[in-house]
């Protein structure tokens, strides 16, 4: 089926940096999405976009996050400055247009820990 | 806030057997996904509904949105149907998944 691809699958960073996550969506999708899970809690939303622009954002969606596709290439998620309470798993999702567009893919997630 | 309740947390079944997951929804939903996570992490999509049954295979779910749930039924239950299930629901006028806690299904001989 239509696949969702995520770089890192992991990484390590010190609190205080930059970190982006990087999310290669299935081809003819236009609506992307980040959701982040904490350890052993529940899959929570980010933020959608479609169209070059945010289009939802949930309060966890920070001042310090910033979201964009760059003419098509990588969907990205940045956190500047990052926090320890960022370390979690982040995953992307797109979506197709149309009817059927509210059916989400998701990629296998980003696992970020800040030390 | 709008929630997603899913039960049970944990469901034991013997091969052949059946059994359903349920959903409810504190508000009312548009559309609800059905999703199982498999050994990668990845959630692989099974259902997505805005209204009455899908079947496919072994499974099949219902969305009521009026009554605020949705179900999955599993029948005939195999090894490789083992995995955590998870609904994902969408409120009126926007596009944000709200999940809820997930289901361990374990499947034994």
């Known amino acids: 089926g239509p696949k969702v691809l995520q770089i890192p699958s992991h990484q390590i960073i010190d609190m205080g940096q930059m970190v982006t996550l990087n999310c290669d969506p299935v081809?003819?999708?236009?609506?992307f999405y980040w959701y982040k899970q904490i350890l052993g809690q529940q899959m929570e939303f980010l933020v959608n976009f479609y169209n070059g622009k945010v289009m939802e954002k949930s309060k966890l969606f920070k001042d310090q996050f910033s979201v964009e596709r760059p003419d098509g290439s990588y969907f990205t998620l940045k956190i500047q400055p990052t926090a320890l309470e960022d370390s979690a798993v982040y995953f992307c999702?797109?979506?197709?247009?149309?009817?059927?567009?509210?059916?989400?893919?998701f990629g296998e997630g980003s696992r970020l820990i800040v030390v | 806030g709008d929630q997603v309740e899913q039960s049970p947390s944990a469901l034991s079944l013997h091969e052949g057997t059946g059994s359903a997951l349920r959903c409810n929804f504190t508000?009312?939903?548009?559309?609800v996904q059905w999703f199982r996570k498999n050994s990668r992490g990845s959630l692989i999509n099974l259902f997505y509904?805005?209204?009455g049954t899908k079947e496919n295979g072994r499974l099949k779910s219902a969305f009521d949105s009026k009554e605020r749930y949705s179900t999955l039924h599993i029948r005939d239950a195999q090894l490789e149907d083992s995995g955590t299930y998870f609904c994902?629901?969408?409120?009126?006028?926007?596009?944000?998944?709200?999940f809820g806690t997930g289901t361990t299904v374990s499947v034994s001989p």
């Open positions: 994902a629901a969408g409120r009126q006028g926007g596009r944000a998944l709200i």
């Open positions: 081809s003819n999708h236009l609506y």
């Open positions: 999702a797109s979506s197709p247009p149309g009817q059927s567009g509210n059916t989400l893919y």
């Open positions: 508000t009312t939903m548009r559309a």
């Open positions: 509904l805005a209204s």
